[in-house]
């Protein structure tokens, strides 16, 4: 198979493989006060540890969910009752336009149910958020904002936001900044403490950790209300079992991406390069989106003129190829992705693109592979969308 | 020799059996689930539909035991303009249409069927009740389920590249191989209504699309009897529904005239009709006859058979029955057979009783 969607999910490195593993094998609630617990107890440190050196936040800073959206969730749903209910005010939720649904679905979530204001900040036809554009919805009314989220990097066209400066807009008016970091991982500079940022998510599965296994960063002083209420396991504001082995493997699998990155970042920039100049010879007149300068290494999103992407996806599904069009609805009908609508282009040019995400394992024979059957695809589709009235 | 078919999944039990008796025998098969409303409900309401979220699960699942690539394609746009609307407005016109039949002609055998050509396949593959032979439409082997009056809309062209699999069993047997296959979709229930209005309120569904206006009820001489809510909640035939009162009981709809909203009852005697013309004949089994030709004709889904004589005359198909028959719908398909295999089909627009069998009769 040839595996061009990376940024879904990448494979488990064998290392994190071989250590839960041992860990699956082992005995204890982490929570428990025996040796078996404390036994767990210490496996569960060490992994936050490792996630707090590998990204600049110290050990007590981190805070492990089940996930990505669960951590994004806790971050825009916690800090938000936590602002409103300090100052019933503080309302409004400012958000990119380009986040993931795991943000702005509990951010519109929110304004449904409990009253708040949901605004989104615009961005350019590279898929940036200005700072200037952050502070003037800011100063709108300072009094108001409950919290900011904008994400380090997009998951579907790359683009890397100004995350430091952004984040010191909203610093200036002591407004926390959440920042969804789950595509950055691994590739990125990432550093919690330097980036300024009050909240960051960060997740297992896309540099080789398991699924189900993610943490929310908090800097000291930011409290987000419980969004899950138990045990509270984690500082509190978490409660959950501590899932053991799977923290082992996270811990392992964050040490490694940041161990790695300057490397693995570097061959994925010129392979996605060379990816890119492939397709571009076999389909002239395909466009690259996001930023031209400002992107993830590992992730090319194109738009086919004349194609619907789910008819390109089928084709090169058919032939072994797996990439991905955006997001998808619940009965799985493709929608034209609010990130390409929201950089500008027209619905029918959102639903002609393709992600190619890149990763550990990837390589020449894959680019060889696209390289080789997407001129035909490409016209198979053609033919089929201009039938279609 | 081994095609390249796709497999219109509904997330049924036929559908899910006829992919995988056409991937069985050796076809190169992919399932489809069309989305055909822009916002799938979630969960089934009372009567089934066709479309819902769960619905392309179970499709998705059917497909994984099966072992054949899945995707759902969004027809909802298609699907809106040309069997939703379309609907509507031949309600609006008075006329009683058949949605299942317009989706055949033209989704599931036209724009689906197009886009899979277009993307390299050979043939579309459905789980309907029907048998094809020599190129031609033949009913099922399970009456009660044969589906070639909703079909014979198809053109020979559109026959040419349908696969049928599931034409020579009964549901009986489909759903006892559904089970053996593993297939979860076996105890499903059947489908009956119009996938798109899923508490199966037809009269609801057009007053919100169309308005219902008050307008009267009169008898042939055209005295009024009573009042109606909408005329458009109305089909030829109908006896429930009028609420005239015990005095003018027995009465049936003979016409609804969307024009000045009136809904004409009668006595049964009245809708006896014996000529029918109908409008856009497709003939898949045989050539337009040009002289009267002996065969036989249904008139609605389901409907009992009637012998008669058909020909074409200026593009339309008449039709002569020997036997007058009721309840004949002007929107509906008049569908001509020659025993169980189909000729062709095409839309009633005027009904008429013969002024010498009137006489006569």
Redesign the interface.
Known sequence: MVYLDHAATTPVRPEVVADMTAEFGELGNASSLHGAGRRARRVVEEAREAVAASLGATPNEVVFTGGGTEADNLAVKGLYWARHGADPARRRILVSAVEHHAVLDPARWMADHQGAVYEELPVDAGGRVDPAALRAAIERDPADVALVSVMWANNEVGTVQPVPELAAVAREYAIPFHTDAVQAVGVLDLDFAASGVSAMTVTGHKIGGPVGAGALLLARGVDPVPVLHGGGQEREVRSGTLMTPLLRGFGTAVRLAAAERTAHAAELAGLRDELVAAVRRAVPDVRLNGHPTDRLPGIAHLSFPGCEG??L???L??RGIACSTGSAC?????QPSHVLLAMGADPETANGSLRFSLGRGSGQADVKALAEAVGPAVE??R??R???? | MTLRVLAAMSGGVDSAVAAARAAEAGHDVTGVHLALAKNPQSYRTGARGCCTVEDSRDARRAADVIGIPFYVWDMAEEFDRDVVQDFVSEYAAGRTPNPCLRCNEKIKFAAVLDRAVALGFDAVCTGHHVRKAGGRLRRSVDDAKDQSYVLAVLTREQIAHAMFPLGDCTKAEVRAEADRRGLAVADKPDSHDICFIADGDTAGFLNGRLGSEPGPIVDQSGEVLGTHNGAHAFTVGQRRGLHLGGAVDRRYVLSIEPVNNTVTVGPREALAVDEIVAERPVWSGCEPPAEPLACTVQLRAHGEVHPCRAWQREGRLVVRLDEPATGVARGQAAVLYDGDVVLGSATIAETSRRAEAAAAG
């Open positions: 789910d008819a996806l089928m084709l599904d058919a619940s009965a799985g009908v493709a198979r589709a033919a089929a201009a039938r279609r009235r």
